[in-house]
């Protein structure tokens, strides 16, 4: 009973082992890679162990505060962040081990010739509330 | 009606159900419908309960079984239709014999039957025992109701095959409870107060000090709960509660209840935990606290459980009873004996929540206000919950202003 999201990267992870862009896929493996990721929230809809999944646009803007009675002010997109976020998935399980299998199999979609990606999410635990019990 | 009531029915009801042949999937869902009628039409009063016939109880227990009849009867009739339609032949269920014991009692080893993942088996007994809609349940733990429903439903397969007329594990079905307790969401349903419901509807069928035990940790948990935040939200410390703010009726109640299971003479880690509750309830100031009776407990629930968490706590009591260099002793002989300098939980990889968080507030007390500064902050970075981390990071902030002046 611990939410954790994973975090897949465009830019900023460390290099996957099938690092083949995806615009070099063929359509079948690209359909291939869709399918398993729908297949994978689907699985873990059954298992009541889903909470939300999204997908981010690459192109965003930063945005901020400019003082009383001003529009904020919008910036960007700047091509040269490192860091770059392509989407999110949350979960919601019984144990951290349980997350990182969860993660592994993720991980494991499709890619160039059929082969695992081998990528790099990133998974990150949810602050909760206290606990009630605290001696 | 009173929405509590229908509520507390709920074991009763399925368990009306399942005598009449029903399987408990099936009872269980068709109760559940009852209720979400109960709640829908609510505010009509379909029972007559309150329209002065006398037997609230009895009358609206009766109006459930015979809601809840009727949809199992609907489900049957749709799922043999279509199962004829699939051309299947499947034998019902034969109705089985009386069950010999309670059934109430029953639903809650069922609800917590070792088979199921904590988290299922938690759901599985709010909705089940506790009588709580999929819907209440998803929001109390911030989950899609769509994902509450497959994990309940999939619970039900789990112990589909178990039979309701042999006793359980109390220990397993007390786990339950206490995760109930202990995970303080907060959304429409109150799960500390569902949580001690539950408890004192099994301490009352069910004679066993351990019982007692977690239902005492869990009222004397709950007296303090007024006090332990502050109007901003933010945590409020024990040794800085108001402890006028506690509940005495709620500690009096607690404590007499621990007093008689420990008059049994068969101690267990509820109920020395909640002897550590009941001592800091006594203190009528943080100052005055028995700090060397709770260490004493302390020895005790080691001895018990040796969990690295309850090591931890006894190194905060230690360095209250015999000063922060005792605790601080308390705490490396505990680094001393994990495997890896790093605390480690035996659940995992993880270091034991709040161990650099003890570490700071025993070197603040020692007088190293610049260890102090610098744990509270790794501590604050650590934390696995908000309020704890805002207020790391406020003690942090505390020291460091106070050693920049």
């Known amino acids: ?135 | 009606m009173d929405e509590a009531l229908p509520r507390s029915l709920t074991p009763s009801v399925i368990a009306v159900l399942v005598r009449r042949g029903a399987d408990f999937a099936a009872a269980e869902d068709a109760v559940q419908d009852a209720l979400v009628e109960a709640l829908r039409v609510g505010a009509a009063d379909p029972s007559p309960s309150s329209s002065g016939s006398g037997h609230p109880v009895r009358d609206t227990k009766g109006w459930l079984v015979t809601v809840a009849w009727r949809k199992f009867l609907d489900a049957t009739r749709a799922d043999a239709a279509r199962r004829r339609r699939e051309k299947r032949v499947e034998e019902e269920p034969a109705p089985g014999p009386p069950p010999a014991v309670d059934d109430t009692l029953q639903l809650y080893f069922l609800c917590a039957h070792p088979s199921l993942t904590p988290a299922s088996a938690v759901a599985l007994t709010l909705r089940a025992v506790g009588g709580l809609t999929t819907r209440q349940i998803a929001q109390a733990y911030l989950v899609p109701e769509s994902t509450m429903a497959q994990r309940i439903s999939r619970a039900k397969r789990t112990v589909s095959g178990v039979r309701l007329d042999r006793p359980g594990d109390v220990a397993t079905v007390l786990r339950v409870l206490y995760l109930v307790f202990n995970e303080g969401y907060s959304g429409d349903v109150d799960l500390a107060a569902e949580a001690i419901r539950l408890t004192r509807q099994l301490a009352a069928r069910i004679d066993h000090p351990e019982v007692a035990g977690l239902l005492a940790l869990m009222l004397l948990h709950h007296a303090r709960r007024a006090a332990r935040t502050a109007s901003d939200g933010s945590l409020v410390p024990l040794a800085e509660q108001d402890r006028g703010r506690w509940d005495t009726a709620l500690i009096a109640e607690g404590v007499g209840i621990l007093q008689a299971a420990l008059a049994r003479d068969r101690l267990g880690e509820f109920q020395a935990q909640a002897a550590i509750a009941a001592l800091h309830a006594d203190a009528p100031t943080a100052e005055e606290t028995d700090w060397v009776q709770i260490v004493e407990w302390y020895d005790e629930l080691t001895r018990l459980t040796d969990s690295p968490v309850v090591r931890l706590n006894r190194a905060v009591a230690v360095g209250e009873a015999d000063g922060p260099r005792a605790g601080l002793a308390a705490l490396s002989e505990l680094d001393a004996s994990s495997p890896s300098s790093r605390l480690r939980s035996s659940s995992g990889g993880h270091p034991v929540p709040r161990h650099t968080a003890v570490a700071a507030y025993l070197h603040e007390r020692d007088g190293d206000l610049a260890t102090a500064a610098r744990l509270y902050a790794e501590a604050a970075h650590k934390a696995p919950n908000l309020a704890e981390r805002d207020h790391l990071m406020r003690q942090a902030a505390r020291l460091n202003a106070r050693r920049d002046r």
């Open chain 1, 1 to 135: 009973m611990a939410k954790y999201l994973l975090l897949k990267h465009y830019r900023g992870a460390p290099a996957a082992i099938n690092d083949v862009p995806m615009d070099r896929w063929s359509p079948e493996e690209i359909s291939a890679h869709i399918q398993y990721m729908n297949d994978f929230a689907a699985r873990l809809e059954k298992t009541g162990e889903f909470v939300d999944g999204q997908a981010l646009a690459p192109e965003g803007a930063w945005v901020r505060y400019d003082g009383e009675g001003r529009p904020p002010v919008t910036d960007g997109p700047f091509a040269e962040t490192k860091d770059l976020i392509a989407g999110w998935m949350v979960i919601d399980v019984d144990s951290y081990e349980r997350a990182v299998e969860l993660a592994g199999e993720l991980s494991a979609a499709p890619g160039a010739g059929g082969k695992p990606i081998h990528e790099w999410l990133e998974l990150r635990p949810f602050l909760t509330e206290p606990p009630t019990i605290t001696e």
